[in-house]
């Protein structure tokens, strides 16, 4: 039925196309590669970091092993003696990549200490994407090459992000009764500066359809279409902005913004993947705090220190999570590097969150293009060595992150005996595994020589196929014997497989040598009384150590489903599935992911090239010196962490950065643009504004209003700017084709979670009920089961806002339509349009049955057909139908009930069916104009 009805669909689409146009493979206009910046941020913060410390000791033009030097892309690409480490764009391709990744035992990289697999990935994922390297061939030292310091002190604080927020003088333009707000003169200025002229309004039905989207990611209901379109009233726009605002919707779509710069996740990702059980109070703590229209340098502030403000409350110490929610590498051996790659990613986030800048690049040397030393960073990074982000617990080798617990003695007795119920499941589990391996052991051992003769009759070339053949004859383990024939192969100087070697010719030979050989090592060792008693015969000794070594000669593979067999593994897994089932129902300790105070300290060493082993002169708590505003230095607590006096600097309005980062996210989020294009970066490499005066303007009134961001949103969405329309002339397009200067509003393709809500919205499907923990596992679980199957579902009705993110496994709908990395900050989402997408619109699950219920729903409300069609359009588009778009439906509507073999009733909610799929699957359903 799912196949015949999607193949249907697409002879519908074509049908469809030129009224409400399908969503097509293309490029947009507006669509661009990634910026250099954001490569050349990535190599600094994570891939020169990695070079410098791990390669350049032994691949450096003062010692060039192997003859390879790694100290520059050109360097890189001419390679050593093996050849070019470099493929640009292939990492599957370069031998960089395979020599850390250790899969050649002759080409293993460093030869010593292997590279994380985080660090393999940052490896991987650089080449992939092109190698980027600024760096240039040199005669010296890496450290001298890469000594060359960014912009100065003095000239960073007469770069235009880092002077002073001043309030802009509003440009005078006579008669123009375009202008309604400020925003409009500022705007307009620039559009007459470069000859253009505005757009038309767009019509009532355009600006609804937009500001709905745009306020509160649902579009408009048919009652909310009507009452808008028939109120004529001079305050018509203003009330409807006031009531999108006092909408609880509203901080469920603005809260997801500030979600993407927070790198919000319900799990860690990384190395282990274990559940953020408790991220959801941070959520909605965002989520709520937007809707209250808390002041945002509150909102701010609360995020870096709200646990030691005064009078801290829970909600305050939740809005900590900010600082815990990146992704941690949590079994790092090495305790002191994981609290400083911590403390790396917390002022790498919040540099780019609040402030705009990539502190991150710093780490190990001055940073190449801003104004920020070394010392600046260390001086940061003084402040969060003070601060906790760890708990005194762990599981193994996983450290557990710090929570504020909110619980009381009552509700952890009761964990603590759930807490038993799971231990003693997983026990379960675990004893029933562990003493079928022993099993296995024991067999093996029993069957030796067996094994041995066996081995005879294949190679080590042999595939596990052709092995199975010959285990089976004698009732061996298949993966046992290929192990036991490579062990014998790799270990031909061991004396005890020298003698297998000398006799491997004659499978004969070899049972009555081993034979005899194992059975008088039983009789001794039976005779000394102890199973694993020297024996004195260095013969039979020989025999004993090699036949008990568990990961020798007769090794069991470690992993359960190589193991057992299928009845044995289906118990094993029915043990792990029910351990499983009970952890993940489970409930949680009341409590936040977040940070606390640790033991203050008021200094830090410098970290040579970035590492902790490595250490230099001791660096003082301290701001960034380009961003002092005052010559007086702060008398930093001595019982504190500074993280208070830190976000309280941040938050002031004497800072040049915080107001203008935060309203440029704003107008991005409006208009599909920045000012300043890249959100997170307003330094050098960061593009400049496109209208410095209005940012400076907007900053200042937004600081001068208290920071509320509902009357930011006033001022700019009742701007004659956001209300134009996106038809403009032909000329208009020719001279500012990126729209830079704003002469038409953007087409905006609709976010991810805005296209689900919207789906299941016109389908009459969506849940409103909102907040609440929707991830199902228990904090501190693993994502991947047993069978490394994830377990998320995402079959909820609730808003996309509340479903869970999961780092390394995204829902797929997420990862079609542009859901950013979430182990990153960002502001500025890409939109791409690639065939897949179309795909999803066809052929997924929630657009059928959504198409199926909003079918039904028109045939149940309404009786007349062209009233059908009307409301279907006016649902999904909020605009009538065209005369030419009716006919088509009818037309359309009554081949399909006609040619159909259904009866009457089946045949007609079949037709309604594909036409309301066609119109869900349009490009005008998930574009906003």
């Known amino acids: 039925m799912r196949n015949h009805h999607a193949s249907l669909l697409r002879v519908l689409l074509v049908i469809f196309a030129p009224l409400t146009g399908m969503v097509?493979?293309?490029t947009c206009p507006g669509d661009e590669l990634k910026p250099v910046q954001q490569q050349a941020e990535f190599f600094e913060t994570h891939v020169r970091p990695l070079l410098v410390s791990r390669c350049l000791e032994c691949h450096s033009a003062a010692e060039r092993n192997g003859g390879l030097s790694l100290e520059s892309r050109q360097e890189s690409l001419l390679g050593g003696d093996s050849g070019p480490a470099l493929v640009p764009g292939a990492a599957e391709s370069s031998l960089l990549i395979h020599a850390v990744r250790y899969k050649n035992r002759d080409l293993q990289m460093p030869p010593q200490n292997r590279l994380s697999d985080a660090e393999i990935a940052t490896l991987e994922k650089w080449i992939a994407q092109g190698a980027y390297d600024p760096r240039e061939p040199s005669d010296s030292t890496s450290e001298a090459a890469s000594s060359a310091h960014g912009m100065s002190i003095e000239a960073g604080r007469q770069f235009w992000s880092m002077r002073g927020v001043t309030l802009a003088a509003v440009p005078e333009i006579a008669n123009e009764a375009w202008i309604k707000t400020p925003i409009d003169a500022f705007v307009l200025k620039r559009m007459r500066d470069n000859d253009l002229t505005p757009a038309p309004?767009?019509?009532?039905?355009?600006?609804?359809?937009?500001?709905?989207?745009d306020l509160t990611g649902l579009p408009p209901t048919v009652q909310e279409l009507e009452q808008f379109t028939n109120d004529d009233s001079p305050g018509a726009k203003l009330r409807v902005i006031d009531r999108l605002l006092a909408s609880p919707a509203y901080g469920v779509r603005w809260g997801r913004h500030?979600?993407?710069?927070?790198?919000?996740?319900?799990?860690?990702?990384?190395?282990?993947?274990?559940?953020?059980?408790?991220?959801?109070?941070?959520?909605?703590?965002?989520?709520?705090?937007l809707n209250d229209n808390k002041p945002i340098d509150e909102f701010l502030l609360e995020q870096i220190a709200g646990d030691l403000i005064p009078n801290a409350t829970r909600q305050t110490k939740i809005a900590t999570g900010f600082l815990a929610l990146g992704g941690r590498v949590l079994a790092e051996r090495d305790e002191e590097k994981l609290i400083m790659d911590t403390i790396d990613e917390q002022i790498d986030t919040l540099g780019k969150a609040m402030l705009g800048m990539t502190f991150g690049c710093a780490r190990c040397h001055d940073h190449k293009f801003d104004p920020i030393t070394q010392q600046d960073y260390y001086a940061l990074a003084a402040i969060f060595r003070g601060t906790r982000s760890f708990a005194s617990t762990n599981t193994g080798n996983i450290h557990h992150w710090f929570e504020h617990s909110f619980a009381d003695d009552a509700e952890r007795e009761r964990l603590a005996e759930i807490d038993a119920q799971i231990a003693a499941k997983k026990s379960a589990a675990s004893k029933f595994k562990n003493a079928e391996m022993g099993r296995l052991r024991s067999e093996a051992r029993e069957n030796v020589t067996q094994y041995l003769v066996a081995a005879?009759?294949?190679?080590?070339?042999?595939?596990?196929?052709?092995?199975?053949?010959?285990?089976?004859?004698?009732?061996?383990?298949?993966?046992?014997?290929?192990?036991?024939?490579?062990?014998?192969?790799?270990?031909?100087?061991?004396?005890?497989?020298?003698?297998?070697?000398?006799?491997?010719?004659?499978?004969?030979?070899?049972?009555?040598?081993?034979?005899?050989?194992?059975?008088?090592?039983?009789?001794?060792?039976?005779?000394?009384?102890?199973?694993?008693?020297?024996?004195s015969d260095p013969q039979l000794e020989l025999a004993r150590v090699?036949?008990?070594?568990?990961?020798?000669?007769?090794?069991?593979?470690?992993?359960?489903?190589?193991?057992?067999?299928?009845?044995?593994?289906?118990?094993?897994?029915?043990?792990?599935?029910?351990?499983?089932?009970?952890?993940?129902?489970?409930?949680?300790?009341?409590?936040?992911?977040?940070?606390?105070?640790?033991?203050?300290?008021?200094?830090i060493p410098l970290h040579i090239r970035g590492s902790h082993l490595n250490l230099g002169e001791a660096v003082s708590r301290e701001f960034p010196a380009v961003m002092r505003q005052t010559s007086v230095r702060p008398i930093w607590p001595e019982d504190e962490s500074g993280r208070l006096q830190l976000a309280q600097w941040i938050t002031g309005t004497r800072h040049p950065l915080t107001a203008r980062v935060f309203v440029n996210r704003v107008w991005r989020w409006h208009f599909g643009r920045g000012i300043v294009s890249t959100t997170e970066n307003f330094g050098a490499l960061g593009d400049?504004?496109?209208?410095?005066?209005?940012?400076?303007?907007?900053?200042?009134?937004?600081?001068?209003?208290?920071?509320?961001?509902?009357?930011?949103?006033?001022?700019?969405?009742?701007?004659?700017?956001?209300?134009?329309?996106?038809?403009?002339?032909?000329?208009?397009?020719?001279?500012?084709?990126?729209?830079?200067?704003?002469?038409?509003?953007?087409?905006?393709?609709?976010?991810?979670?805005?296209?689900?809500?919207?789906?299941?919205?016109?389908?009459?499907?969506?849940?409103?009920?909102?907040?609440?923990?929707?991830?199902?596992?228990?904090?501190?679980q693993f994502v991947f089961n047993h069978t490394s199957v994830d377990h998320t579902r995402y079959d909820s009705l609730c808003r996309a806002a509340y479903l869970p993110v999961i780092r390394n496994n995204l829902y797929p709908l997420f990862q079609q339509f542009d859901f950013p990395d979430p182990t990153m900050p960002t502001g500025d989402r890409s939109a791409t349009v690639v065939a897949p997408q179309s795909l999803w619109m066809m052929n997924s699950d929630l657009v059928m049955d959504s198409a199926t219920q909003m079918a039904g729903n028109l045939i149940a409300a309404c009786a007349d057909e062209a009233d059908r069609i009307t409301t279907l359009y006016r649902r999904s588009f909020a605009r009538s139908p065209s005369k030419s778009e009716m006919e088509r439906a009818k037309a359309f509507l009554q081949k399909e009930i006609t040619i159909a073999t259904l009866p009457a009733n089946d045949a007609e909610l079949k037709a309604w069916t594909q036409l309301c799929h066609a119109v869900l699957a349009s490009n005008e359903f998930i574009y906003l104009k």
């Not at 919000?264 to 705090?289: C, K, M, P, Q, T």
């Open 24 to 26: 097509l493979s293309a």
């Open 201 to 213: 309004d767009a019509t009532p039905e355009s600006w609804l359809r937009r500001i709905t989207f």
């Open 258 to 289: 500030w979600l993407d710069v927070a790198r919000y996740a319900d799990s860690n990702g990384l190395d282990e993947n274990l559940a953020f059980g408790n991220a959801w109070r941070y959520r909605d703590y965002v989520i709520n705090a």
């Open 456 to 535: 005879t009759k294949i190679t080590p070339e042999s595939t596990l196929g052709e092995v199975a053949q010959v285990a089976s004859q004698d009732g061996l383990h298949p993966r046992i014997l290929h192990h036991c024939r490579l062990h014998l192969e790799h270990g031909i100087d061991d004396p005890f497989c020298a003698q297998w070697h000398q006799r491997k010719g004659s499978p004969d030979e070899v049972r009555l040598f081993f034979g005899d050989l194992f059975d008088r090592m039983n009789v001794a060792v039976v005779e000394s009384g102890k199973s694993n008693a020297t024996l």
């Open 546 to 603: 090699t036949v008990n070594d568990a990961t020798g000669l007769l090794s069991v593979p470690p992993q359960p489903e190589f193991a057992f067999d299928a009845e044995t593994l289906d118990k094993y897994y029915q043990l792990e599935e029910a351990a499983r089932v009970l952890e993940s129902s489970s409930p949680d300790e009341s409590a936040a992911i977040g940070v606390s105070e640790s033991e203050p300290v008021a200094e």
């Open 688 to 780: 400049p504004p496109s209208h410095p005066e209005l940012l400076d303007y907007l900053a200042y009134r937004f600081m001068q209003s208290g920071w509320s961001l509902k009357e930011l949103h006033r001022l700019i969405l009742r701007s004659s700017v956001y209300g134009q329309s996106s038809h403009a002339s032909q000329s208009s397009f020719d001279a500012d084709p990126e729209n830079r200067f704003l002469s038409r509003f953007p087409v905006q393709r609709l976010d991810a979670e805005q296209i689900r809500d919207a789906i299941l919205l016109v389908a009459g499907r969506l849940d409103r009920q909102q907040g609440g923990k929707t991830v199902p596992l228990r904090n501190r």
